[in-house]
């Protein structure tokens, strides 16, 4: 599904990520951990095509295409889905109006007929309702005064209504109380499917104890430093990324 | 910057859809203006001897006035010796009784510009007033609105078989001598629409004028005069294009409306002018007077513009709320793409005591396009607990742009209460991306953007302009992102 080879990016002349390798089939779900600044976030925007990066050596493949030949919404249409740290708001645009604008835009892009407004409405309402959202957030302003659990939440409704195979989710456990990090992980796991291959980008180890990764990888100054099963996100946690360093230097 | 930027400039630069010249014989006066210019044309439309008085105290005054500076527009000097103060189609001459006998052409143009003047053709509850250069060549549903007692006609109509109501209202909102352009306007105005409602009568449909400039060289002056008598109510539309051009023209109308007792005006406008080309060479200069008064107690106005043409607009559409109880409301879009200019915003002159005001002004700037929010709101000393609400917002697209806001405030009311909220605004780049990478291309997303921006205004418009003025902003900014 997803290969990316000695990945190299840089940001105004500075070397961010320095030589990423890694390869995610069909189905798996692989966890991204590591420091602030270690490159978590750089990496979610460049394979979603987020300007202002140079990539400087390298290439990712996703189902065999180069990525980098592809603009930001034809990579949404072959089903790349990034999940915001930090979800954009848009005043004056209506959520539902949103999420029929971007569905269409990728049923166009994949032969199909636009949906029937009212089929759409059941089935985000259905949605919702697994979320536990009240359906009248379709009606408020995308992200508009959402608070941060609600954004989260409305980031994993996005990702189950335009249903991507491949999911980059970048810090979604942030901001989250206990019982919403539960309502959004339970979502997450819905969506896990042999079709559907997750990146779970994160600090913390918690957002692991309710969706278990089948690699965890630790990155650091750009670069994956430590790859392992579940087992190493619990290491992790009791020894902190010193420990890495540590390791690193000896 | 980055590659938005580039983006938002290919954007720009979208062809005008509504730009082409009708080949039609015109007559025309020469250029030139003094009074011999403005008697011919009083008695080329056989005015009674009052309205060629008005019209030579309008310009008598004009002579002596000083062309306005206090703008935050910039053009070079105009020369009113070389603009021809009056063009009209020749088959117009005759004064055609129907639309059978009006020329194929001008109903073709009107058709092209999606506003057919067959009666069976338009949608049934609006009619239509087609101003075309200096003259009217129809208006639709004549008969209907007289049977509901509706007087909805071209101005030149109104002066001919309703005298007396001209005599009353004309210039009681907008006198002969407001300002430069007002004056000159009262001096050569050509044709422009009349209504009158009756007390207690709601129009049974809505009323819209569209105004079409099309022979070069000429300026339009038209006038419209709306009055509302007690109890009653009217939804009035207005509509304007013109030809692409490489020489500005000058547009310069005057709009009285008159609200009495219990009576509202909703006044809506798209105003879709030339806006010249892409370097702002040619495109309409709009430089329009409008005023409401509610002269009465719980009379209500609201005013309503989305204006993305035009090379400059300069105009303020505003409320005198003498009446208590009474309520003025403007809504407005205003977008500058290219080298467009808009100094434009409201004024809302409270007099009467309870009378509120709701100012909403949004603005957007692309290109090199300035816009210039400008509003007044006054108090005055018998304006007891007068309120007003003003909220004006900005939105930049690109670098090269620019937004301006210049609220003035006087009171002269302690009770008076007035709010103003403003913001900034530019489409981030956070926005866009977030839309594209959900699968919304650029241009939709700049377009749901600046419609998501605007919606407090649409949603003020009837439903057939809001459609149409979503699809404008669409057009105006396409290309803007790649």
Redesign the interface.
Known sequence: MLKIENLHVSVEGKEILTGIDLEINKGEVHAIMGPNGSGKSTLSYIL?????YEITQGRVLFNGKDLFEM???K???AGV??A?QY???????SNI??LK???N??RK?NGLSELDAMDFISSVKGKMKELDMDEKFLYR?VNEGFSGGEKKRNEVL?MSV?EPTLCVLDETDSGLDIDALQVVAEGINRLRSPERSFVLITHYQRLLDYIKPDFVHVLAHGKVVKSGGPELALELEEQGYAWVEDKLAS | MSASNENLKDMIGQEYKDGFVTDIESESFPPGLNEDVIRALSAKKNEPEFLLKWRLEAYRHWLTMDHPEWSFVKFPKIDFQEISYYSAPKSMEDGPKSLDEVDPELISTYNKLGIPLEEQMRLAGVAVDAVFDSVSVATTFKDKLYEAGVIFCSFSEAVKEHPELIKQYLGTVVSQYDNFYAALNAAVFSDGSFVYIPKGVRCPMELSTYFRINAANTGQFERTLIIADEGSHVSYLEGCTAPMRDENQLHAAVVELVIMKDAEIKYSTVQNWYPGDENGVGGIYNFVTKRAECREENAKVSWTQVETGSAITWKYPSVVLKGDNSVGEFYSVALTNNYQQADTGTKMIHHGKNTSSTIISKGISAGHGQNTYRGLVKMGRKAENARNYTQCDSLLMGDQCGAHTFPYIETKNPSATIEHEASTSKISEDQLFYCMQRGISAEDAVSMIVNGFCKEVFKELPMEFAVEAQALLGISLEGSVG
């Not at chain 1, 979603?48 to 202002?52: K, P």
Request: without cysteine.
């Open positions: 979603a095509g987020r300007e202002g603009s930001v919404e990579r949404a249409w889905f990034l915001f979800p954009v708001e848009v005043p004056g645009v109006y949103f604008a971007a569905l835009g990728i892009f302003a996005q335009l």
